[in-house]
């Protein structure tokens, strides 16, 4: 019979503190709206204030961009920013996969999105790029951000890219291209695990092949162009780009 | 504008490029020029603009020659610009479009936006001034005229005025701002600690909290973005907000899917709802959190995920393993296929033609050639043949 009393207990204190949950909520509500009449335009215009936004939140352990059904979003409006921003990732990164075999740089994906979304498009930063593609990664159809060089490779494929493949990411920044010399003798690796890695990045379309290079092959990533940044997406690209 | 050089825009040797932007057109203080489309180029030494029509024309100026740089919002009809006030060119430069101009600053104009990135990297590199650490095989020509050195000091003294004027302003709006949010995320942080409290609570009970009143909490953790720490999943991570979005996706997305062969992934299906949408859309995870519901709702759609981790929504009535069979003649036909082949002949994205032939390889049917020319498909003929 004691037990029983004690269960009781414990059922009254949770909905005790589901109610207060509930009004502080309330309350809560108010000092956002409170917030975003003052404050929603800095959010909008200042990319430097978006990031202490979203650092402190993730300091005390909340996703502003968990839900577009969340507070944040709702009162914000930093929710459709970011959701939006995430479609036109996705439809850049389809457009130019062939092109690049999944991969792109964060410079040449920020040109393009910038491009598409047109001269009078709020404008947007790399980090609210990367946030974006944060968020993407959930769908599961493989978005990845891969640290190079002092920028960011984004990958869009379900492909396997474990550390190996990274690091000859990593190495291939610098001039846009690598060969099995330069990863042998930089990360000392044996012929056989260089020749690996590089015949599964050309098998992913990620990496092409030059055999009429003086000396060796030389393995380039299209990612790493630089010319092919000024390149448009023509209309059968933005064709694929929208299923 | 008498302050840039012609280049050949070729990087020097120590010299390394910061940051690129399309769509910039350059303007003498307030003249526009026949500079209207370029790249705008900033390495570690230079500011370096291309005609994007006519690549032969190139010009540069070094960053020593920078004074400081101040933003121009955009305005209607107008792109976002960057103020760039110059030191006089140095009697030793090399020559340019301009011999002599009657302004001491120049605009970019970012037609095609940019300005935020390319102001907080051409800040940092003036800041940083590495090109005094890196020497370049070229000489950078630095203006070391006093005489233009005691003009340039009175004219500038009432333009520094203005910047530091301006900029303590900004600086009280941007503190008034950080400390309404610091007071903001206090009384968030409280959210989150009376949520941990609660679930700890519902762990303990295991039971005896009703089906309800998990639902409510689970509502409550959704408006503030705290992440569920109950791991105990009655409805995924389901709330009455994702039952109602999933019933609504069973309808919008009915005739895309019979028209796409009742299969899509769940990436083509975000970029589809949140297109129709507008406003008000779909996060990923609320995508992903209504579609775990499908099935339980007895919805005609469902989520399936496979082994490589894409996911995709299907009809009920879709079969994949059905789909395989066809796929098998398709590529019986052809000889063999690779994904990117069978996703043309069948009008399906290259994303599901793999999982397919995938598919097809598991149960049996196909065989794969993986070679650096790429991965084919073959009907299987060590097992119809053995």
Same mark, same amino acid.
């Given at each position: 019979?004691?037990?029983?009393? +004690?269960?009781?207990?414990?059922?009254?204190?949770?909905?005790?503190?589901?109610?207060?949950?509930?009004?502080?909520?309330?309350?809560?509500?108010?000092?956002? *709206? *409170?917030?975003?009449?003052?404050?929603?335009?800095?959010?909008?215009?200042?990319?430097?204030?978006?990031?202490?936004?979203?650092?402190?939140?993730?300091?005390?352990?909340?996703?502003?961009?968990?839900?577009?059904?969340?507070?944040?979003? *709702?009162?914000?409006?930093?929710?459709?920013?970011? +959701? *939006?921003?995430?479609?036109?990732?996705?439809?850049?990164?389809?457009?130019?996969?062939?092109?690049?075999?999944?991969?792109?740089?964060?410079?040449?994906?920020?040109? @393009?999105?910038?491009?598409?979304?047109?001269?009078?498009?709020?404008?947007?930063?790399?980090?609210?790029?990367?946030?974006?593609?944060?968020?993407?990664?959930?769908?599961?159809?493989?978005?990845?951000?891969?640290?190079?060089?002092?920028? +960011?490779?984004?990958?869009?494929?379900?492909?396997?890219?474990?550390?190996?493949?990274?690091?000859?990411? @990593?190495?291939?920044?610098?001039?846009?291209?690598?060969?099995?010399?330069?990863?042998?003798?930089?990360?000392?690796?044996?012929?056989?695990?260089?020749?690996?890695?590089?015949?599964?990045?050309?098998?992913?379309?990620?990496?092409?092949?030059?055999?009429?290079?003086?000396?060796?092959?030389?393995?380039?990533?299209?990612?790493?162009?630089?010319?092919?940044?000024?390149?448009?997406?023509?209309?059968?690209?933005?064709?694929?780009?929208?299923? | 504008?008498?302050?840039?050089?012609?280049?050949?825009?070729?990087?020097?040797?120590?010299?390394?490029?910061?940051?690129?932007?399309?769509?910039?057109?350059?303007?003498?203080?307030?003249?526009?020029?026949?500079?209207?489309?370029? =790249?705008?180029?900033?390495?570690?030494?230079?500011?370096?603009?291309?005609?994007?029509?006519?690549?032969?024309?190139?010009?540069?100026?070094?960053?020593?020659?920078?004074?400081?740089?101040?933003?121009?919002?955009?305005?209607?009809?107008?792109?976002?610009?960057?103020?760039?006030?110059?030191?006089?060119?140095?009697?030793?430069?090399?020559?340019?479009?301009?011999?002599?101009?009657?302004?001491?600053?120049?605009?970019?104009?970012?037609?095609?936006?940019?300005?935020?990135?390319?102001?907080?990297?051409?800040?940092?590199?003036?800041?940083?001034?590495?090109?005094?650490?890196?020497?370049?095989?070229?000489?950078?020509? =630095?203006?070391?005229?006093?005489?233009?050195?005691?003009?340039?000091?009175?004219?500038?003294?009432?333009?520094?005025?203005?910047?530091?004027?301006?900029?303590?302003?900004?600086?009280?709006?941007?503190?008034?701002?950080?400390?309404?949010?610091?007071?903001?995320?206090?009384?968030?942080?409280?959210?989150?600690?009376?949520?941990?409290?609660?679930?700890?609570?519902?762990?303990?009970?295991?039971?005896?909290?009703?089906?309800?009143?998990?639902?409510?909490?689970?509502?409550? %953790?959704?408006?503030?973005?705290?992440?569920?720490?109950?791991?105990?999943?009655?409805?995924?991570?389901?709330?009455?907000?994702?039952?109602?979005?999933?019933?609504?996706?069973?309808?919008?997305?009915?005739?895309?899917?019979?028209?796409?062969?009742?299969?899509?992934?769940?990436?083509?299906?975000?970029? %589809?709802?949140?297109?129709?949408?507008?406003?008000?859309?779909?996060?990923?995870?609320?995508?992903?959190?209504?579609?775990?519901?499908?099935?339980?709702?007895?919805?005609?759609?469902?989520?399936?995920?496979?082994?490589?981790?894409?996911?995709?929504?299907?009809?009920?009535?879709?079969?994949?393993?059905?789909?395989?069979?066809?796929?098998?003649?398709?590529?019986?036909?052809?000889?063999?296929?690779?994904?990117?082949?069978?996703?043309?002949?069948?009008?399906?994205?290259?994303?599901?033609?793999?999982?397919?032939?995938?598919?097809?390889?598991?149960?049996?049917?196909?065989?794969?050639?993986?070679?650096?020319?790429?991965?084919?498909?073959?009907?299987?003929?060590?097992?119809?043949?053995?």
């Amino acid at each position: 019979l004691p037990q029983a009393k +004690y269960k009781e207990r414990g059922t009254v204190l949770a909905e005790d503190q589901l109610a207060q949950m509930s009004k502080q909520l309330d309350m809560f509500k108010t000092n956002l *709206e *409170e917030f975003a009449s003052k404050h929603k335009q800095e959010i909008r215009k200042n990319p430097e204030f978006r990031v202490q936004f979203q650092d402190m939140c993730a300091t005390i352990g909340v996703d502003p961009l968990a839900s577009g059904k969340g507070f944040w979003s *709702e009162m914000l409006g930093v929710g459709d920013f970011y +959701y *939006e921003l995430g479609v036109q990732i996705v439809e850049v990164c389809l457009a130019l996969k062939h092109r690049n075999g999944g991969l792109i740089t964060l410079e040449e994906l920020h040109q @393009q999105v910038l491009k598409g979304r047109g001269k009078f498009a709020q404008d947007v930063s790399q980090d609210d790029l990367l946030r974006a593609i944060k968020k993407l990664k959930v769908l599961g159809s493989g978005f990845g951000i891969i640290p190079v060089g002092g920028t +960011y490779l984004i990958q869009s494929v379900p492909a396997e890219l474990n550390m190996d493949h990274t690091v000859v990411l @990593q190495l291939a920044e610098k001039k846009g291209y690598v060969t099995v010399s330069e990863i042998k003798s930089s990360l000392k690796w044996e012929t056989e695990r260089a020749k690996q890695v590089l015949e599964h990045l050309l098998k992913e379309g990620m990496a092409w092949l030059d055999t009429q290079a003086a000396g060796e092959p030389q393995y380039w990533l299209p990612a790493l162009f630089t010319e092919l940044y000024s390149q448009e997406i023509t209309p059968e690209e933005a064709k694929e780009a929208i299923p | 504008m008498d302050r840039f050089s012609w280049t050949s825009g070729l990087l020097e040797l120590g010299e390394t490029l910061v940051v690129q932007q399309r769509g910039v057109r350059l303007c003498d203080g307030e003249e526009k020029l026949n500079f209207d489309r370029g =790249v705008l180029l900033l390495s570690t030494h230079r500011l370096i603009w291309r005609d994007q029509k006519n690549h032969e024309c190139c010009i540069s100026i070094p960053l020593s020659q920078i004074v400081f740089i101040e933003e121009q919002a955009a305005g209607i009809g107008k792109s976002a610009k960057i103020v760039v006030h110059l030191h006089p060119a140095a009697s030793n430069k090399e020559p340019g479009p301009f011999q002599s101009s009657k302004y001491s600053y120049i605009k970019l104009s970012f037609k095609e936006h940019g300005q935020i990135e390319f102001y907080r990297r051409l800040s940092e590199e003036i800041t940083q001034r590495r090109w005094e650490n890196l020497p370049t095989g070229q000489t950078i020509q =630095v203006n070391k005229d006093p005489q233009a050195g005691r003009i340039r000091a009175v004219g500038i003294v009432g333009i520094e005025r203005k910047l530091e004027e301006k900029r303590k302003e900004t600086d009280k709006n941007i503190s008034e701002a950080f400390e309404d949010l610091s007071k903001l995320m206090e009384k968030a942080k409280e959210m989150v600690e009376l949520s941990k409290s609660i679930a700890n609570k519902i762990k303990e009970k295991q039971g005896d909290i009703t089906e309800d009143e998990t639902i409510r909490f689970k509502s409550y %953790l959704l408006s503030m973005g705290i992440a569920n720490p109950v791991t105990r999943e009655t409805h995924g991570s389901g709330t009455h907000y994702h039952m109602q979005l999933a019933k609504q996706l069973a309808g919008i997305l009915q005739t895309p899917l019979e028209e796409r062969g009742g299969i899509m992934s769940l990436t083509e299906v975000y970029c %589809l709802v949140n297109r129709a949408r507008g406003l008000e859309l779909l996060s990923p995870e609320d995508l992903v959190n209504a579609c775990k519901m499908l099935e339980l709702l007895k919805l005609p759609l469902r989520l399936r995920i496979f082994d490589s981790g894409v996911m995709v929504i299907e009809l009920q009535s879709h079969n994949e393993e059905e789909m395989v069979a066809s796929a098998l003649e398709t590529v019986s036909e052809k000889g063999s296929l690779t994904a990117d082949e069978f996703a043309k002949l069948v009008g399906m994205s290259v994303l599901l033609a793999k999982e397919r032939l995938l598919l097809a390889e598991k149960m049996g049917h196909l065989c794969r050639d993986d070679s650096v020319e790429g991965l084919r498909f073959y009907p299987n003929l060590f097992l119809t043949q053995s």
